[in-house]
């Protein structure tokens, strides 16, 4: 079988020459997969998170312009990430951010919490602390929050959501403040 670049591809396939269509996706088959692996679906979200790539995929090079000056293989990879995150955003809603916090405080030694804190009474405000100021976070900080709780570090965060490493860093002063405003009994921001 001959090997033919994205650009020779492109071309047959507008010239409508069969099966190029399937050479050129078969070559992207691979980055597909490892993105979908890199975004951490969960096994049930990856099959649609795939479909929603084969349709992003005919998308790009419906919509690939090679006189803008980029190859094919950035310009997909780009517009594919942007979809699987919006859909990653779009799947993972406040109960599952809310059952991983409360298994958070579950995991831990209780005893741990009581000797810093006293008593087992002030653990259980603290956990209601952190549900509340919880609750007012806005999505984004939201997911910071469950993707901390996972062990990412802030680079990663960043680069799971497609945001700068500063702009993680400037949601977690936000979330601090939120908190302590609580802590303070002071209305939030």
């Not at 998308?59 to 942007?82: A, D, I, P």
């Not at 779009?90 to 599952?96: Q, W």
Request: with cysteine.
């Amino acid at each position: 079988m001959q090997e033919y670049s994205d650009h020779e591809l492109l071309y047959m396939i507008r010239q409508q020459t069969p099966r190029c269509y399937e050479m050129l996706f078969e070559k992207y088959e691979k980055l597909i997969w490892r993105l979908i692996h890199k975004i951490h679906f969960t096994v049930s979200e990856q099959e649609e998170a795939y479909h929603i790539a084969i349709q992003c995929f005919q998308v790009s090079v419906e919509g690939y312009q090679e006189k803008r000056g980029t190859q094919f293989g950035t310009y997909f990879y780009s517009v594919l990430e942007k979809t699987l995150l919006i859909y990653r955003r779009k799947v993972h809603t406040d109960e599952i951010y809310k059952d991983s916090l409360d298994s958070f405080f579950e995991r831990e030694d209780p005893t741990c919490y009581e000797r810093l804190m006293g008593s087992g009474s002030k653990v259980r405000d603290a956990s209601e602390m952190v549900h509340m100021m919880y609750k007012e976070c806005d999505h984004k900080e939201k997911e910071i929050i469950e993707l901390f709780l996972q062990g990412y570090t802030r680079k990663e965060i960043g680069s799971i959501m497609n945001i700068s490493r500063y702009k993680v860093q400037h949601s977690f002063r936000k979330i601090r403040q939120k908190y302590e405003s609580l802590m303070e009994n002071k209305p939030f921001d």
